[in-house]
Structure formats: structure tokens, C-alpha cells
């Protein structure tokens, strides 16, 4: 069974510049999360979906981040413009949904941004 | 707001002794409890869950936890270490019925051969 798939692993851009991320999560995961995580930090939530519909945005600087997931499958989260702080590691993962939900996240690798 | 606290950020252990990871949570009611590891280049995946029944839940690759539900703590524990344990280690908690895990800081352990 394929794992979650994220592109690029790395990237590396100047301040000001877009960038995108994207993720195809494990087949039949309904729920999809992206996360952030900074050198020597756990983790942070920026955003779930379950299917197309996000369900808790409420961490995503909505000034310069968007994300979408359309088809409820596979999901970007683009930043525009970059800023320096945006420097780390953009996690996505992937759960069954509902009553089906164990709890259990499945991860990608990630994609490491640097900003310059 | 839940928070997590690791309070060993980064521990080095020779091969052969024995690792106690520390993790305490702040909510005081139903939670879900989870270790999480990623291995040097690879991606974070499950090292073991606790959802309820016995407290002292066994997962892969010999590690244990422990919830102490007085302490607020699930702490993970190994009795021998090998140098493939080399990892960053990540406590997680979800509130019950809640999807979304809060995420600690994470030790990294480096075993020495």
C-alpha cells in the first residue's frame, strides 16, 4: 500500500516569492491534515479536512497561506508571499474518517522550505 | 488549550541501557494517548497507542508505555536500547472525541554503539 506522497521534498526560494505544496494522501483516507514543524518542535496543526469540506483552519495565517483540497483527495497548501519565518517543515498526513478513525495519523515525509 | 510537555529534549544512551522518555499532558479528561518516532530521513510513524483498558500498552519494536492517568503522564519506556533506536520521539495527545493530536516538542534519543 502506497503511503502518503508529498512533493517537493525540498524547496528553497526567496523572501516574497510563492511556493506550493502538494500531498496525495493513503487511498480511502477521507481526513487530511497539513502540519507544520520548525527545527526542534513538535508538530503544529495549520489544517484538517474531512473530504473537500476544512473543518479546522483556525491556525492557518489566512493573510499569505491557502490550502485546498478539491475532490477530496489529494490537497496544496501555498504560501504567497514567503516570508523568512516560513523557513520549515511542511508536514501532511492522512486518517480514515468517523468511526473509522483510530486515532492513528499516517505521515509523509514532508517538504522542506527554505526562505532566504 | 491541551499542551504536552517532553522534558528530555535530547538523551544519549550507550547500547544495551535501558531509556525512559518522559511526557506529560495538561487536559484533565478522556484523552488518547500516542508515541509517534521518526527514524533519520524518514517520515514520523506509530510507535504504539493507548485508547483505554490496560495502561500499560506494548508497541513495536520492544517499546512500552505507561499511563498514569494521576500523573497526567504516558511516558515510553525500552529496556535495552540498540543503536537502530537512534530517532526523534514524539508524544501525542487527542482529546476525546477530538481528531486532531497536540504534538510535543520531541527527544531526540541518539544510541551510541
Redesign the interface.
Known amino acids: 500500500e502506497a503511503g502518503v506522497v508529498q512533493s517537493p521534498r525540498y524547496k528553497i526560494i526567496e523572501k516574497k516569492q510563492p511556493v506550493a505544496f502538494w500531498c496525495n494522501p493513503i487511498s480511502g483516507h477521507n481526513t487530511l491534515y497539513w502540519y507544520l514543524q520548525n527545527l526542534g518542535q513538535g508538530p503544529e496543526l495549520l489544517i484538517r479536512y474531512e473530504n473537500e469540506e476544512a473543518v479546522d483552519d483556525s491556525q492557518l495565517p489566512k493573510d499569505r497561506f491557502s490550502a485546498e483540497r478539491l475532490k477530496g483527495v489529494d490537497s496544496t497548501l501555498k504560501i504567497q508571499p514567503a516570508e523568512l519565518g516560513d523557513s520549515a517543515v511542511y508536514l501532511c498526513a492522512s486518517s480514515l474518517a468517523g468511526t473509522f478513525n483510530t486515532g492513528e495519523l499516517f505521515f509523509g515525509e514532508g517538504s522542506r522550505l527554505t526562505v532566504l | 488549550a491541551q499542551s ?1 510537555s ?1 522534558h528530555n ?1 535530547h538523551v544519549i544512551l550507550s547500547e544495551a541501557a535501558s531509556l525512559e522518555l518522559g511526557c506529560n499532558y495538561s487536559y484533565g479528561g478522556t484523552v ?1 494517548l ?1 508515541w ?1 518516532v521518526q527514524y533519520p530521513g ?5 510507535l504504539l ?1 493507548y ?1 483505554s483498558g490496560d495502561p500499560l500498552v506494548k508497541g513495536i519494536k520492544g517499546f512500552e508505555a505507561e499511563f498514569i492517568k494521576s500523573k497526567f503522564s504516558f511516558n515510553l519506556r525500552k529496556p535495552s536500547v540498540q543503536w537502530s533506536d537512534t530517532a526523534e520521539y ?1 508524544c ?1 495527545v ?1 482529546e476525546g472525541g477530538s ?3 497536540t ?4 527527544t531526540s534519543l541518539i544510541v551510541h554503539p
Open positions: 504536552v517532553q529534549h488518547n500516542f509517534y524518514q517520515h514520523l510513524q506509530l497507542k485508547f514524539f501525542a487527542n481528531y486532531i493530536p504534538f510535543g516538542r520531541g
